[in-house]
């Protein structure tokens, strides 16, 4: 199942303005894999998502995916493999109506009509959507939006989730049926996130950027336990790992 | 003045009256398009001093807004909206026009003050058949059913994006001019001079999210064309719609029904 390693080999992005958003990354994620990008804003996540499926180019180095390099002959299959949900579902949600908006991609792949529908469906229930497939985008609540967002991709039969910031401003029930959600899944994850305490219940592993640099890349507990490495990074201990604010007790969870 | 939120919201609610259930909603897009489209083009063909000629043409809209199960008192409300911009384009008639056109018994009524009421009329049955083909049928099925009628898809996709935007724009536009008016205070802020970054700002805000909304598109494998389902009912029922429909309509306006049953109802007594 080589398909579903990501390798990144020594990454460099330079903007066209001369800003250096990523010096040289270099990490391998392998099939299965749930895994956190986390790090101070500005520190090259986004950028790097980019690069996940190819609609940015490395100025230096070279990302691989499931073992195929990046190159326009292989960027079809590659943005198959790769589903990518961003952090502003408005953005990803664009077709009149929720079906037609998970129906993109798969029509997009030349897939026959039947097929279509029956992955639009599969992908609406298991997102718990299945009722909302005739909406418009505008007439669906927050929650349901990012939802429908996941669907339109895994209506693709993705083998990697790429994840800008899922939980980000979703209410606690919301964010709670989204960890929920994640959790079940079984492809190769890749989450970007400031919520941390999300990060602890979904990744068993986070890879820590700063400026443009993997500071740190091990277990997800160990680098939450390292004060030190946290407080360089502008990064805090998740609040589930926190003493009790009035008490000061420790829940001893991890 | 209405504030831009209250006008989204009654975007919403015409978009919410098109998801309802009943003969007109269920006919196929196109049936409702040419109709409403021959209708029109029908009303509007008459003569400036036509009145008592286009009294019939209100069938159209009552039945339909009748078959279709509409909250009556909205739509008459949206029709009511446009009036005063009918009153305004006829306004100088009744000043120019003085010539004597009908004498009601000791009261003569000059040709403006008839054209006055004929454009009202015209704007009222031809905005009121609008309002309903868009209530009955949403905007988003009324682009497909152009597509399908030969529009070509770059014009009805632009529509549709322009329509899915709306929202999201309009409430961009609605944050900033909040924030900008609590910050003056009830006052003018900085009047005029601050409209312009605040335009500017949007547009740039406009561009960002068209950047990223292809982004979206790409990753999905978006590479120029639109895929859309093809639904085709246009069966017996659409047929029979808009052949009915047109030949009343052409009917009416070849045959002056009024007078006919005019005569007909005075013969009738005398």
């Known amino acids: ?254 | 003045m209405r504030s831009i939120d209250g006008a989204v919201l009654d975007l919403k609610r015409l978009d919410l009256l098109a998801t309802g259930d009943s003969i007109i909603h269920r006919l196929d897009a196109r049936a409702k398009v040419v109709t409403t489209l021959f209708f029109i083009i029908v009303v509007v063909s008459y003569k400036r001093y036509a009145l008592a000629e286009l009294t019939p043409f209100l069938f159209f809209p009552v039945i339909t807004l009748a078959l279709s199960n509409l909250p009556i008192s909205y739509i008459l409300k949206k029709i009511a909206a446009i009036l005063p911009l009918a009153i305004f384009v006829g306004l100088f008639n009744p000043l120019f026009d003085r010539e004597t056109q009908v004498l009601l018994g000791p009261i003569s009524i000059s040709g403006g003050w008839i054209s006055l009421v004929s454009i009202m009329g015209r704007s009222a049955l031809t905005v009121g058949s609008a309002i309903i083909l868009i209530a009955t049928t949403g905007f988003i099925s009324i682009c497909h059913a152009l597509n399908r009628l030969g529009i070509p898809r770059v014009f009805t996709v632009q529509l549709l994006f322009l329509y899915r935007y709306i929202f999201v724009l309009t409430e961009e536009a609605a944050c900033t001019t909040r924030a900008r008016e609590l910050r003056s205070c009830g006052k003018k802020g900085l009047g005029f001079s601050s409209f312009g970054p605040l335009i500017g700002h949007l547009l740039i805000r406009t561009w960002a999210r068209a950047e990223r909304i292809h982004m979206a598109m790409v990753v999905r494998g978006f590479s120029g064309e639109f895929h859309s389902r093809q639904i085709n009912r246009f069966g017996g029922k659409e047929y029979l719609y808009v052949i009915g429909w047109s030949l009343v309509f052409i009917i009416l306006r070849t045959e002056d029904i009024t007078a006919i049953l005019g005569a007909a109802f005075t013969g009738f007594f005398s």
Not at chain 1, 218 to 224: E, H, Y
């Open chain 1, 1 to 254: 199942m080589s398909h579903h390693i990501v390798e990144v080999k020594n990454l460099k992005h330079v903007y066209a303005d001369g800003t250096i958003a990523l010096k040289d990354l270099s990490f391998t994620i392998h099939h299965g894999e749930s895994v956190a990008i986390i790090g101070a804003n500005g520190a090259g996540k986004s950028t790097l998502l980019l690069h996940l499926n190819g609609y940015l180019a490395p100025t230096v180095g070279e990302v691989r995916i499931g073992g195929f390099p990046l190159t326009p002959e292989t960027l079809p299959e590659i943005r198959r493999t790769v589903g990518m949900v961003f952090q502003d579902p408005d953005d990803q949600l664009f077709m009149p109506t929720v079906y037609e908006d998970v129906a993109f991609g798969p029509c997009n792949l030349g897939l026959p009509e039947e097929e279509v529908r029956q992955r639009v469906g599969e992908a609406l229930e298991k997102v718990g959507a299945g009722h909302l497939a005739q909406k418009p985008p505008y007439h669906l609540s927050g929650g349901e939006k990012k939802r429908v967002a996941i669907a339109t991709v895994l209506s693709m039969s993705p083998d990697i989730l790429v994840m800008d910031e899922p939980t980000n401003g979703l209410d606690p029930f919301s964010r709670r049926q989204l960890i929920g959600l994640l959790k079940d899944f079984h492809h190769t994850r890749i989450f970007t996130s400031h919520d941390l305490d999300m990060v602890i219940e979904l990744c068993e592993r986070t890879i820590v950027l700063h400026q443009g640099e993997v500071k740190a890349d091990g277990p997800t507990v160990a680098i939450f336990n390292n004060a030190q490495l946290l407080a360089e990074c502008r990064l805090e201990k998740p609040l589930s790992m926190q003493g009790c604010p009035i008490c000061g007790a420790s829940r001893n969870r991890l």
